[in-house]
């Protein structure tokens, strides 16, 4: 249970939104409880959202076929999409009314930055970022090698860099 909420905001991440989200972690709480046998141990965040990630997928794959699931090709992915509160980052009281307004609209900027980022990086940048998971535990969720997740989480930074500093007046 202590690991549902990272699940949840994984689902959404990937999914795009909250509904789906939820049926995706319920779809993937059964697997996992069906699966708690076969659990050798280890890091129980990053077994259950490797859980999460499988079933987000192959659920977008039945019920949502018409979307772009995945980029694999990081390159063409960069190409392509060009070289709200977030889930993962505790809420900080605002001193005054405008800064209020400016942390949420920092926040909205932040959000749809990275849901604009090709699904390969977005999904680097939340487990890195807002799931707090590390580079080897990402590889094995991902099953890519370390380096490939380390180049994934740069260019998912520099792409939300471009895409943030594009927003400021």
């Keep these: 249970m202590p690991q549902l909420d990272g699940g949840v905001a994984l689902a ?17 709480c059964a697997r ?9 141990g280890g890091d129980a965040r990053a077994w259950f959202l490797t859980i999460v990630r ?7 794959a039945r019920h949502r076929p018409h979307l772009q699931l995945r980029d694999d090709d990081p390159a063409a992915a ?28 920092d926040a909205q900027a932040l959000h749809q ?5 090709p699904s390969v990086f977005r999904e ?13 535990q990402i590889a094995e969720l991902t099953a890519v090698p370390i380096g ?3 180049s994934r989480l740069a260019r998912a930074r ?5 895409r943030l500093g594009r927003r400021r007046p």
């Design 113 to 117: 930055a990275v849901a604009e980022l």
């Design 158 to 162: 520099a792409q939300l860099l471009r």
């Design 124 to 136: 680097t940048l939340v487990l890195r970022e807002f799931n707090g998971l590390d580079y080897r």
């Design 32 to 40: 996992a409880f069906a699966a708690i046998g076969g659990y050798a």
């Design 78 to 105: 960069e190409a392509l999409h060009g070289a709200v509160e977030i889930p993962g980052f505790a809420r900080q009281p605002a001193p005054d009314p405008q800064a209020a307004l400016i942390a949420a609209a």
């Design 148 to 150: 490939t997740v380390m």
């Design 54 to 60: 499988n079933t987000a997928y192959s659920w977008l």
């Design 12 to 28: 959404r991440w990937l999914s795009g939104n909250h509904a789906d989200a939820e049926d995706i972690v319920q779809e993937a």
